[in-house]
């Protein structure tokens, strides 16, 4: 069986068992980890050991990044500069209409070695444009051969209607689809892909809908993750009928939650509903601000999720600084109307962020027992961080660094399951270039054939 000892590297193991070690080892056996130390002595395994000195280094649980729309990749940037209206209108609607299956599966593939190569293990993918199966495998064809944790949350498209053609609120989520992959490519419910269901939610669909989809959601044990926000709801008092139902409590997922009232959120915090906020992403498009401070004060953490690469950077340290940054501004701002002056202690300490990056997304998909955090017994997940980089070194407080300053830069390796995705600053994938030409190629052609319809118009 394949072992590696990671010796005197500072641990942030993410375990209250555990804590943090300033100089400590983590062993690795097969896909797990079983030893998480001080000093861990081998005896004889010793020689059959790979034995990785992490003398300067930092190793912290792998990265869960709860939201992303993968598919965008080829179109980093193009909407940098749009508000959500501009969002729904120019992607959904457009963009999105001239995806081919191999677009799907380029971007997903790209977009996923991306999260690897900044720190992230497991990646929650969004993907809702999937006109077709095709699309859809193309989609997780990506995700397997990236060799990223996943869960592939499978959604539905959102063109505008053509003459005779429903509008996408009044379309049930394809229940065949589901249980054809279920019987597949992601029967496996432990796999390193997995299935959730990306759906409508009563905010973009009508009741019958939404009822028909948190029902779908229930019976194949399913998690049901959904947006909140962004102009009227579609199905208002939704929300009411469907708790009034009994189906809204655990396994159900709300992205964003900007304009929630404070009851229906205490309703939801009660029954167990788990959140995933993209700050960056939500102050960019016009979401509104985070709920990060509202959940806090509830008891409950949030998930964080980086949303949209054709809006903002994949870094997911960077992502959880801002959702950081602002809630602390937040609570400052609302000290200062309330006491007339700041707080006299900061109000979100820099550990709590890094639990949203991590232990918290291990929670929202239900994986608590295998993932976010470095515990025996857990899959072998991991980053380490090159402290003696000249933007982290000297390191006083080991999770202030990660959480504060660390970035794609000081990412100097990522395992998965006990395989180095990633060693000496380099991702350990063949062929990236030629990937990388895949990606550009897409990215001109989707761009050229909107444009190209936008004239013919």
Not at 192 to 213: C, E, N, Q, R
Request: charged share 20%.
């Amino acid at each position: 069986m394949r072992r590696t000892l990671i010796k005197s590297a500072v641990i942030i193991s993410m375990d209250e068992a555990i804590g943090d070690l300033n100089a400590g080892d983590v062993l690795v056996e097969g896909s797990r980890i079983v030893d998480v130390r001080p000093s861990i002595d081998l005896g004889s395994g010793a020689s059959e050991t790979e034995i990785v000195d992490g003398t300067g280094r930092i190793v912290i649980p792998g990265l869960i990044n709860a939201h992303m729309h993968t598919w965008q990749t080829a179109l980093r940037g193009y909407a940098a500069n749009w508000t959500l209206l501009e969002y729904f209108r120019r992607m959904h609607a457009g963009l999105a209409t001239v995806f081919r299956p191999d677009d799907i599966y380029i971007a997903t593939l790209a977009g996923a070695l991306n999260q690897i190569n900044c720190g992230t293990t497991t990646l929650v993918d969004w993907c809702h444009n999937n006109p077709t199966p095709d699309h859809t495998d193309a989609a997780v064809r990506g995700l397997i051969e990236s060799g990223i944790r996943a869960a592939f949350f499978h959604g539905s498209p959102k063109p505008e209607p053509k003459p005779g053609e429903p509008h996408f609120s009044e379309i049930p989520h394809p229940r065949r689809e589901v249980e054809r992959l279920l019987a597949g490519p992601l029967a496996d419910r432990d796999g390193l892909v997995t299935l959730g269901l990306a759906i409508l939610g009563p905010h973009y669909s009508t009741l019958d809908v939404a009822m028909h989809d948190f029902r779908l959601a229930r019976e194949l044990k399913l998690i049901a993750s959904m947006h909140q926000g962004g102009g009227p709801a579609k199905t208002p008092g939704g929300w009411e009928k469907l708790i009034e139902a009994g189906l809204v409590g655990a396994g159900i997922n709300i992205v964003h939650g900007n304009d929630l009232p404070d009851d229906l959120l205490d309703k939801m915090v009660g029954l167990g509903v788990s959140f995933s906020v993209t700050p960056e992403n939500e102050m960019i498009q016009g979401h509104g601000f985070p709920i990060t401070g509202r959940l806090l004060k509830r008891g409950v953490r949030p998930t964080i999720g980086i949303d949209l690469e054709s809006v903002l950077a994949g870094d997911l340290f960077s992502v959880a600084r801002v959702a950081l940054s602002m809630q602390r501004a937040l609570d400052n701002a609302e000290s200062r109307t309330v006491n007339g002056t700041i707080p006299a202690t900061t109000t979100v300490p820099v550990r709590e962020a890094l639990r949203w990056i991590t232990t918290e997304g291990a929670r929202m998909l239900g994986r608590e027992g295998q993932i976010g955090s470095l515990t025996p017994g857990k899959l072998a997940d991991l980053v380490v961080i090159n402290a003696s980089d000249l933007n982290l070194f000297p390191v006083h407080d080991p999770v202030a660094t990660v959480v504060m300053q660390t970035s794609l830069a000081n990412v100097e390796a990522v395992m998965i399951g006990g395989t180095w995705k990633k060693r000496d600053g380099r991702l350990l994938v063949e062929g990236l270039e030629t990937k990388k030409d895949l990606l550009a190629q897409s990215g001109r052609r989707l761009v050229q054939d909107i444009e190209r319809q936008g004239r013919a118009a």
